[in-house]
């Protein structure tokens, strides 16, 4: 697919990106292979169960924003985190690896998503009464948890998190932004907390990878053409496996913003 006129980015090194974002010595290489290798088939059997996403398989969606993340130049954990970005989709399922028929994403949400039984829906504030379409509409924060619980680079994390928060700040700020979404993100939009504030917009270009999240939102956004050869999910497996830092942990808070529900009240200090 063409993409030039998708956001280009200038790669900051590790050293130079705020104390949060990278892994402390302790936990930055601690994975252990056998954990790699555990979570990389998880997602090779998530992702290849045909769900859709409008016109695309969902992995179609995820190879076109990771292929997009790639041709810009950006570092690994960007290219994983444009792949992985509605990881959160799947965990709204009791079944994630079962294939969404468009409606609901299990077929029996009585038995509990994968992020309630996780505990992921009590760390991210999302009732644990929530229905299907809420939860994958939360999809940012339900991924983000799981990533981190996961052992990921938070860098990755942050990213997944905050390409739903480029799009609340998006329609604030570019009022023909909104306008231009389909009828599903208008309504994912009401879920996940409408346009931001004057105060959230005003936290949110204060996060050092502020740019970097609008521009995981444009591939979002340019991820859905048709069919492409692409490289397909075990291109990006090896920059998967190099972004698991750590072992497997309970549910977190953000390591990133600090929040109260869908409102963006600040950030983490360094």
Avoid at 62 to 70: D, E, G, I, Y
Avoid at 85 to 113: C, F, N, T, Y
Avoid at 196 to 211: C, H, I, N, R
């Amino acid at each position: 697919p063409e993409a030039t006129m998708l956001p280009r980015l200038t790669v900051l090194s590790r050293a130079a990106l705020p104390a949060q974002l990278r892994a402390s010595p302790c936990r930055r290489w601690f994975a252990s292979e056998a954990h790699r290798a555990e979570i990389a088939s998880t997602l090779q059997r998530y992702y290849n169960d045909g769900s859709s996403y409008g016109t695309l398989t969902q992995l179609g969606h995820a190879l076109q924003c990771a292929w997009h993340a790639q041709d810009s130049g950006a570092d690994k954990q960007t290219v994983v985190a444009a792949l992985l970005h509605d990881i959160g989709w799947k965990l709204a399922r009791a079944v994630p690896d079962q294939m969404d028929d468009g409606v609901e994403p299990d077929g029996d949400m009585d038995e509990g998503s994968v992020a309630e039984k996780l505990g992921i829906l009590a760390v991210c504030k999302v009732d644990s009464g929530a229905g299907a379409e809420q939860q994958r509409a939360q999809h940012d924060v339900i991924g983000a948890a799981w990533l981190r619980m996961q052992g990921f680079d938070e860098k990755v994390a942050h990213l997944v998190e905050g390409h739903v928060l480029a799009k609340r700040y998006l329609v604030y700020n570019e009022p023909e932004y909104f306008d231009n979404l389909n009828d599903s993100s208008r309504r994912t939009l009401e879920f996940q907390g409408g346009p931001m504030s004057p105060a959230e917009a005003s936290v949110f270009e204060k996060d050092p990878l502020f740019e970097v999240c609008l521009a995981m939102r444009r591939w979002d956004e340019g991820g859905k053409l048709p069919t492409y050869e692409l490289p397909g999910l075990d291109h990006y497996l090896p920059m998967v496996k190099e972004c698991i830092v750590g072992e497997p942990t309970g549910p977190t808070e953000s390591r990133t913003y600090i929040r109260d529900g869908n409102v963006l009240l600040g950030l983490r200090a360094e």
